[in-house]
């Protein structure tokens, strides 16, 4: 009595897997052309997006490095009672404006300005340059952020750090620094995609 009910599953079950696999089929030639259409139509349509949101990426990280930087230089020139200096570097060890290379924090114990490593001076972090093409200034020629024992800056070395990138200047964004040695970021705060500081003076290049 059980035999004959396997075999008649058997009977049941073969019919049914044979119809089963005869329908599964490849796709067509035209469905996979379809498919590869829809499919660079939608890459091409979020290209676009995609490389906005990169640039945004690289310059957030940009102002985030330079909070960074100036957070450390401040507090050490705090710790230490000494001169604190944010410079690009010449080979001699002067200040230049050239803010779009590698920037400098150093020790400035004979305050005379200049990278003296003969002098036992020190070097105490390094940031390095910003993507070819970019654009990165500081104030209206400003060749240093000096920061005094105090935490304040000294003289005229306040100002506001632009970052520009290339063929985004909507996505501009900057770092206002005070005489106090205080600084912050700038924000959209008119919500017109463009980043302002707290006076309403929209981040530019120009």
Sequence with gaps: MLNVTSRKLESIQHPFTNNFLKRQKGITLLELMASVAITSILTVMALPNMNDFVVQMRVNSEISMLQRLLLVARNSAINSGE???????????????????ELSVFIDNNNNKTFDAANNERLLVTKSAIKIGDQLIYGKGRVMVAYQPSGHLTGLSNGTFRYCPLG?????????????????????????????????????CN
């Excluded at 001169?83 to 290379?101: A, E, F, M």
């Design 83 to 101: 001169r604190v200096i944010i410079c690009p570097l010449t080979l001699s060890g002067r200040c230049t404006t050239d803010w779009h290379k």
């Design 168 to 204: 985004h200047e909507e996505k501009s964004r900057g770092i206002v620094i005070a005489r106090s040695g205080r600084f912050y970021a700038s924000s959209d705060i008119d919500n017109d995609s463009r980043d302002e500081t707290r006076m309403n003076k929209e981040i530019t």
